[in-house]
């Protein structure tokens, strides 16, 4: 009787602190089986990466603070890394799924993220990160929502949707790497997709019979959070739905200004949530458009994503053309100011109860000044590479953040200019040098003819500035410092520049790269090193005990495939935890 009471006693204990834990910081596990499939989303036959045998991959719907567990099993040919657009890693590069932090998973391996979307809310996206494979698929939606304490600054929608919209070419990631290898350009992409499909055939001659579309259906009088997210190569996209305002709410993780547009620029890397009205009379359905920007139109055409918005009482197809974009092929100053008008919601909570405006970042000195400049290729050693203020990035053997860990010398540099180099372009495994806790200005100039955005891991920037010419230091009196939008991903027009401020408070290797896939594997990106010179726990979290090693520390990894391990790890925590909250609710009754 005594043992019984005892051991009633000790699994109470135990469900008592399970029960804590879960109700703290709950965990998400998903499993990802990457491979490839035969699709044919333009019509055409084609390898295309695939998630759990579903192009797009699924959609991670998280609240701020949960824990994500993701097992990724590799059956592609070819390494693999997920990176994880806008989600901070606070902490943990580790988890950052760049080859700057990460070595690649091998072909028929796996590989187990682990980390919490701390003090995050907001629409994001992940994808495959190596070698153009962004351009096969592999890629689907990232949600976090806000917790229940904190309210949203609108009503509760009456459905979410996800929207992933890119410009689509019929040669897969490794036709396309050769492409690029042989010092040419990739040329005009065959379509756009919209959630993985192609056009809807709102032209004969443009669209071929038999296309597969995306169909969203919806309910007069309600409203939808629309997150729209350019997955594409490198094309900006002009986003609309015939005859609706989209209200523009939130962007990689900051609630906005709320105003209505009828169509709105997207670059390449940026994700954006509407509201959507359904408020129409539904006398057809509506045409759902993403067509490309900044180029001649006339050999673009086909270069238009098509879907339908359906209302349940749809009168009809959806017929005629399309809702035109905006019409300045020629004069980029409309779509600037658009962009100038997307406004920090000063007044909104977003992750926490205290206002996004109360970090009031115009105030803040900064510490450091980097201008990054990109121009057209060039041609280096004999290779045609793209550069950031002179230096095509080299990505290391050895990842920079595990060179660093087991302090190996020689693995990079950090020596990247402050202003661009003004000799000859260089190749070089080159890294900016941050300051935990310093407040920095990156100023990045496009001096080239084509549209550039730029992505920075690790951190939410303020947009401060952007306009036409050259920047100079007169620039900043033209900085918006109060409520300039906090993202990760932000354009760069031809011929213009765009200013950012960071606080770098988030420790670790952190990816600076153009979000234009072709730019970025030609060697346009960078590193960011922020290390606190008292290492603790409190500002990064230890190397994972499951990292995989490569280059000078290839001999650290473990020779044997431990992909079922790691699947079945995963699997026996969850019917582990299942069955203790299972016992955990019995016990009252057989006590």
Not at 101 to 107: Q, Y
Not at 477 to 491: L, M
């Amino acid at each position: 009787m005594a043992f019984k009471s005892f051991f009633t006693l000790f699994l109470i204990h135990i469900c008592f602190f399970a029960s804590l834990s879960y109700a703290e910081d709950p965990t998400f596990y998903h499993d990802f089986v990457v491979s490839y499939i035969t699709a044919s989303p333009l019509g055409v036959l084609q390898q295309v990466i695939a998630i759990n045998g579903k192009f797009p991959g699924p959609v991670i719907n998280v609240t701020t603070n949960n824990n994500v567990v993701v097992n990724v099993r590799n059956k592609l040919d070819e390494n693999l890394l997920f990176t994880w657009a806008g989600i901070q890693q606070r902490r943990s590069s580790w988890q950052d799924g760049v080859l700057g932090t990460n070595c690649p998973i091998p072909p028929k391996w796996n590989w187990t993220y682990n980390f919490q979307v701390k003090d995050q809310i907001g629409s994001f996206f992940y994808f495959p990160s190596l070698n153009l494979q962004r351009a096969s698929g592999g890629y689907g939606g990232f949600i976090i929502n806000n917790r229940a304490v904190i309210p949203i600054p609108f009503a509760t929608p009456d459905g979410d949707i996800t929207i992933l919209i890119g410009d689509w070419y019929t040669k897969n990631h490794t036709a396309l790497r050769k492409t690029l290898d042989a010092g040419k350009d990739l040329g005009i992409p065959d379509g756009v997709l919209i959630n993985g499909k192609g056009p809807y055939q709102y032209n004969t001659t443009l669209v071929p019979d038999g296309i597969d579309y995306e169909t969203i259906d919806v309910h007069p009088g309600k409203t939808y959070r629309l997150r729209v997210h350019n997955v594409g190569v490198s094309t900006t996209l002009n986003f609309r739905i015939q005859n609706h305002n989209l209200l523009l709410a939130e962007s990689e993780g900051s609630y906005t200004v709320q105003q209505n547009y009828t169509s709105l620029d997207i670059h390449v890397g940026q994700s954006y949530s509407f509201l959507l009205t359904t408020d129409q009379n539904a006398s057809s359905d509506y045409y759902i458009v993403a067509s490309a920007r900044f180029v001649n139109e006339s050999h673009w055409k086909k270069v238009t994503g098509v879907g339908i918005l359906r209302y349940s009482n749809s009168k009809g197809k959806a017929a005629g053309p399309l809702p035109p974009a905006p019409s300045d092929e020629f004069d980029k100053t409309f779509s600037m100011n658009q962009a100038r008008s997307i406004r920090w919601n000063v007044s909104a909570s977003g992750a926490r109860p205290n206002p996004q405006g109360s970090f009031r970042y115009g105030s803040i000195n900064v510490t450091d000044v980097y201008v990054l400049k990109n121009k057209p290729p060039v041609m280096i050693n004999g290779k045609r590479r793209t550069t950031l203020s002179g230096n095509s990035f080299v990505n290391p053997a050895t990842p920079i953040r595990l060179a660093d860990q087991y302090k190996l010398k020689g693995v990079y540099k950090l020596d990247f200019p402050k202003r661009p180099l003004t000799g000859a372009p260089r190749m070089e495994t080159s890294v900016i040098n941050g300051t935990f806790r310093g407040f920095i200005e990156i100023i990045l100039q496009n001096n080239d003819t084509k549209m550039q955005s730029y992505h920075v891991d690790g951190y939410a920037f303020f947009v401060v500035g952007m306009d036409y010419g050259e920047w100079t230091e007169n620039s900043r009196g033209t900085y918006n410092k109060w409520d300039g939008i906090a993202r990760s991903t932000i354009q760069v027009y031809p011929g213009a520049w765009t200013a950012i401020l960071i606080s770098l408070d988030n420790v670790g290797i952190w990816n600076i790269r153009a979000e234009n896939l072709d730019s970025w594997y030609l060697g346009q990106e960078t590193y960011i090193k922020v290390v606190n010179p008292e290492p603790t726990n409190k500002t990064e979290l230890p190397i994972p005990d499951d990292a995989l090693f490569c280059g000078a520390l290839s001999k650290l990894q473990k020779p044997e495939d431990i992909s079922s391990a790691a699947s079945l790890t995963i699997g026996q925590s969850k019917v582990f935890f299942t069955l203790l909250m299972i016992i955990c609710t019995l016990i009252p009754i057989f006590h």
